[in-house]
T-cell receptor, first 111, second 117 residues
Framework: QSALTQPPSASGSPGQSVTISCTGT?????????VSWYQQHPGKAPKLLIY???KRPSGVPDRFSGSKSGDTASLTVSGLQAEDDAYYYC???????????FGGGTKLTVL | EVQLVQSGAEMKKPGESLKISCKAS????????IGWVRQMPGKGLEWMGV????????RYRPSFQGQVTISADKSINTVYLQWSSLKASDTAIYYC??????????WGHGTLITVSS
């Protein structure tokens, strides 16, 4: 079972928007509306940003949004702020395993 | 408040056994699957497996099947991850994670396992 595919890096200046992609297959991303996104700062545990493709848990700013088209999901961070400089991971339910799979991670740099 | 509190960091030698724990609080322990996620140094997140605390049904990612054992004790709201014979390549941070349809809505703080001779 392969990890979902994410670009290794992304960048943007404060105030700009950046979109990170996450490509899977019809057995995971494309087959279910159970895509999630996580933010991880160095030395910290990951934090849930988005679940079920485009839902935000309480407390997550609406600058973070998710979407999906076919086998590819996307996370958009609008109005970039310095504290958004972190690693971002996507995840998806994978029916053939009955639990989850993560992407390889994307390092977002705020210039 | 939903919390997952993990046991502390461990330093072990190759071949030794180990069992780490994750104690849940703030919700009905048997209502959610809990899993373990590995993060090797400088690397990404990998699901290892999950357990249903109510009936101890387990599911393992194939690459971890037979390498680790996940168990639960619902009398004390605790999930465990254990190794019978550690290898240097088991050096990593291990997170327990409350799972729902492949997503994690609550993470433990992580347990650093260092295996070195």
């Amino acid at each position: 079972q392969s990890a979902l595919t994410q670009p290794p890096s992304a960048s943007g200046s404060p105030g700009q928007s950046v979109t990170i992609s996450c490509t899977g297959t019809s057995s995971d991303v494309g087959g279910y509306n159970y895509v999630s996104w996580y933010q991880q700062h160095p030395g910290k545990a990951p934090k849930l940003l988005i679940y079920e493709v485009n839902k935000r848990p309480s407390g997550v700013p609406d600058r973070f949004s998710g979407s999906k088209s076919g086998d590819t999901a996307s996370l958009t961070v609008s109005g970039l702020q310095a504290e958004d400089d972190a690693y971002y991971y996507c995840g998806s339910y994978a029916g053939h395993t009955n639990f989850g799979v993560f992407g390889g991670g994307t390092k977002l740099t705020v210039l | 408040e939903v919390q997952l509190v993990q046991s502390g960091a461990e330093m072990k030698k190759p071949g030794e056994s180990l069992k780490i724990s994750c104690k849940a609080s703030g919700y009905s322990f048997t209502s959610h699957w809990i899993g373990w996620v590995r993060q090797m140094p400088g690397k990404g997140l990998e699901w290892m497996g999950v357990i249903s605390p109510g009936d101890s049904e387990m599911r393992y990612r194939p690459s971890f099947q037979g390498q680790v054992t996940i168990s639960a004790d619902k009398s004390i709201n605790t999930v465990y991850l254990q190794w019978s014979s550690l290898k240097a390549s088991d050096t990593a941070i291990y997170y327990c994670a409350r799972e729902a349809w492949g997503s994690v809505d609550c993470w433990g703080h992580g347990t650093l396992i260092t295996v070195s001779s």
